[in-house]
């Protein structure tokens, strides 16, 4: 049984920072392409960061380029997203994603003012 769990979300001030996980079991991680997406109330989930497999050769949203962060542990199958200089727009919940078809249950990131 694959199981995604994300941590690391919480409350942060403009401008601060903040460092997402994603601890994944069940699944051979080092195989996987790993990603993570969010998603504002009311609007759909937009695809943020991915790494490859086997290269970890990285790819991001044009929003969150120069801010964010994304890189992973094959030997504690974990994946991160490390965000800094946060902006109220990054308000979401984050969710970590296994290739195509796992999804872990999402972590929430709050901007506050």
């Known amino acids: 049984q694959v199981q995604l769990v994300e941590s690391g979300g919480g409350l942060v001030q403009p401008g601060g920072s903040l460092r997402l996980s994603c601890a994944a079991s069940g699944l051979t991680f080092s195989n996987y392409v790993m990603s993570w997406h969010r998603q504002a109330p009311g609007k759909e989930r937009d695809f943020v960061a991915r790494?490859?497999?086997?290269?970890?050769?990285?790819t991001y949203a044009e929003s969150v380029k120069g801010r964010f962060s994304i890189s992973r542990d094959n030997a504690n199958n974990t994946v991160s997203l490390q965000m800094d200089n946060l902006e109220s727009g990054d308000t979401a919940g984050y969710f970590c994603q296994a290739g195509t078809g796992y999804w872990g249950q999402g972590t929430q990131v709050t901007g506050s003012s």
């Open positions: 790494i490859s497999a086997v290269t970890g050769s990285t």
